[in-house]
């Protein structure tokens, strides 16, 4: 399997966008390359992110959330979870990506929060089914 090739099948970026989130994540060093890679096929391939968000971000701003999610997986194995509670939010002027899991709450909650902040824009909400 070529992980450029199914990325870019599955989210319709470029082979060359998924080279350059994987080659962000890899600068940084906090992550080796074997789970580096194993992470943006989970997030480009098994997620079933809607393919809008793709389309609309950056490769700069992918290969962040990618590793703020790889960093939630080792939050979660630090506090003896088997579970992985996402609360991952990132919020630039024009623009806000949340991942959470299915909390209805916290979903209202962070409905209400975009509402407020960003009164001038049209909300986009996306589910997923999540890796099984």
Do not use: W
């Not at 506090?79 to 909390?103: H, K, P, T, V």
């Not at 902040?117 to 986009?124: A, M, N, T």
Request: proline share 2%; charged share 25%; glycine share 4%.
């Amino acid at each position: 399997m070529d992980l450029y090739v199914e990325a870019s099948k599955h989210t319709g970026l470029s082979i060359e966008d998924v080279k350059q989130i994987e080659q962000t994540i890899v600068q940084k060093r906090n992550f080796s390359h074997d789970k580096i890679r194993n992470a943006i096929y989970n997030f480009c391939c098994k997620l079933g992110m809607n393919r809008h968000y793709f389309v609309t971000s950056t490769p700069l701003m992918i290969a962040n959330h990618i590793e703020s999610i790889m960093a939630a997986e080792i939050m979660a194995l630090n506090r003896g979870s088997n579970y992985l509670d996402i609360d991952f939010m990132s919020e630039q002027q024009d623009s806000a990506m949340y991942l959470l899991n299915d909390d209805h709450d916290k979903a209202v909650g962070i409905e209400r929060r975009l509402e407020n902040l960003f009164i001038d824009y049209r909300l986009q909400s996306y589910r997923t089914p999540g890796i099984e």
